[in-house]
């Protein structure tokens, strides 16, 4: 997708200790026309490997969402996001699954009310980041209490030298990433 | 909006306390055509009004993303939103703001990358709910730090009967609800 490598080569910033700032344009102050893109991106992808009757998007809190709202609104889907907090709208009738959080060095428990997953589900998981694929790891735990189908896992970035995909491979589902990156040295490139 | 009104008498429903559980719809299974729709409306009103000139839309995590995404996406600007948490990648370079949470009953403090807020900035600030205006004035006050004008404010859904529109009303700037809700007993009912 050269409008999202364009994007990455031009304002995202290496940290150290695998940190990547892609806070221009994905995570704080969010491009919407290249976010709108990346769902059209996600929709085509998947029609072209040929994953239908998708009905719904499901993503985490917070960075997620935007990409899964596009996603879902290039599909005509609709999209849920887990929750970090039950709230209080939930109580009693929610899946949930704690996970180790690697950036926050901490574990964070996701849930989602039962209302929104069921065994009729065919699901696809879009996040912003694979990182070492933690998160995932919790929502796909979630939807397998639910006895939905899931169906793909998108990423709009993938850290190539954090070994998510190989965390995930054993699911056995087709994972899409927009954009692999590397480092060399301190340097972000984009690996095909 | 008729689509939305719809949506409020079929499937909100009031949990005592104030608290009116609207996540079918909007703030955790969200309804993605009844979003882009959202964000269309607030694009045409804002127009309606002569408020032009727009060139971001201001939310804060988690709720606000969705309908602050859609209404940028109409306005062709970006959206930005204020974390809960300052994250590594904003370390000493953000506005941030305190103020009590009602639902929580606790602080939060909200953050914006000093990036992301200038004084060239012309801003509306969109929101899923008006409840008593906490979060929208710890918003109010990382725009006023930047120097960035704000134009207007929008919410989804006002719920009336905690009188946010008093608490807001001194910033002199128009207030847009997409629907206003009022009680009877335990019953959510609109009012015009």
Redesign the interface.
Known sequence: MKSLDRKILSEAAY?GNG?I?V??FLN??????L??EIGNEFSRQLSAQGITGINKIVTA??SG??PA??T??AL??????A?KKQ????KGNGYSSSVHSH?KEDRVTLH??K??LSAEDRIVIIDDFLGVGETTTGLVELIKQSGARLCAIGFVLEKTYEQGRKALNHLGVPIISLARLDLQGEKIILVP
């Open positions: 940290l940190i700032k806070d221009r704080h102050c969010v491009d919407t026309a976010m709108t809190e917070t969402i935007a709202l596009t879902a609104q005509g889907v609709p999209m849920v996001f929750r709230p209080v709208t939930m950036t989602i009310s209302e929104f």
